[in-house]
């Protein structure tokens, strides 16, 4: 009789992972700064998002949160020329649609956080910790049952100038693996 009082709530919790999913990732980024004398920047992106289904747990549509980090760097333009880097914090919306009949998931994000860069060389190098926007789209397949290829992430981001450095453009590319846990 007393399992009886618990019943409805262990029923809750069976049906949480159907309602809701969290997943981590790992990826392989290359980011261009569209700036004069700047190089392509290359590295690893690590993040982990959550979302619910709207409505049942076939759902098309979800929404929620991705937190995101990301290491970005590559060489200076002259032969001693010292390294240059991009190290993102970013965090904000995610939207994913599912796409019938197939193990494609399309998703958007809208993120914001703070950018720290160390950039150019001599008397232009210029190290600043600022405000980053990005906006980023993408398409998941599901490989293996929780586990998703990444086959392209494309981002259009922003640094707005700050402190006497120039604002920058970004454009990014990443593919890499989700690990989705129910």
Do not use: C
Request: aromatic share 10%.
């Amino acid at each position: 009789m007393r399992f009886l009082k618990f019943l409805p709530f262990l029923l809750l919790l069976a049906s949480l992972p159907a309602m809701a999913q969290f997943g981590a990732y790992g990826e392989f980024s290359t980011t261009n700064l569209h700036a004069a004398n700047e190089p392509q920047l290359y590295g690893p992106t690590l993040g982990g998002y959550y979302y619910k289904n709207f409505g049942h747990h076939l759902s098309l549509l979800s929404a929620g949160p991705d937190v995101r980090v990301s290491f970005l760097s590559g060489p200076g333009s002259g032969a001693n020329a010292p390294m240059q880097s991009l190290t993102s914090i970013l965090v904000g919306p995610r939207l994913v649609f599912k796409l019938p009949v197939t193990l494609l998931h399309l998703y958007a994000e809208g993120l914001i956080g703070d950018g720290d860069s160390q950039l150019g060389e001599g008397a232009s190098r210029n190290s600043s910790n600022r405000f980053e926007s990005q906006f980023l789209g993408g398409v998941d397949l599901t490989i293996l049952p929780h586990v998703d290829w990444r086959i392209i992430e494309l981002g259009d981001g922003e640094l707005p100038a700050s402190g006497g450095s120039a604002g920058l453009d970004t454009t990014t590319f990443s593919t890499g693996i989700v690990v989705r846990m129910p």
